[in-house]
């Protein structure tokens, strides 16, 4: 398995190391590390890959935790353009976003 910046195996490194890192109190650190993800992501595989749909999606749970409500719906409504072009309709995960959409309203 190769783990270069621009392997996909790189990049749900960083999705799987926020969790953690929410959970210790590490927000902030968790944000830029999507954030840099986002942007190896955009560079490497494009806006449409599904991980990207994970980042975004992930970026926007942190951005809640950091209590910047303003962007949280913009964020997950490109975690579900993205997931609708990735995947079926009826997918988990996207399942999984529109349950996080619920919450805010």
């Not at 409504?77 to 919450?103: M, R, T, W």
């Amino acid at each position: 398995v190769e783990y270069t910046k621009q392997s996909p195996f790189y990049i749900k490194a960083l999705i799987n190391v926020c969790k953690p890192l929410e959970r210790v109190g590490e927000i902030k650190e968790a944000n830029e590390v999507l954030k840099r993800g986002m942007n190896i992501c955009v560079q490497t595989l494009g806006e449409n890959h599904f991980l990207m749909a994970q980042l975004y999606h992930n970026y926007a749970n942190v951005n809640e935790r950091l209590g910047l409500f303003e962007r949280i719906l913009h964020v997950y409504n490109k975690s579900v353009e993205v997931c609708q072009k990735s995947f079926e309709f009826d997918h988990p995960f996207l399942a999984k976003v529109f349950n996080n959409i619920g919450y805010l309203c």
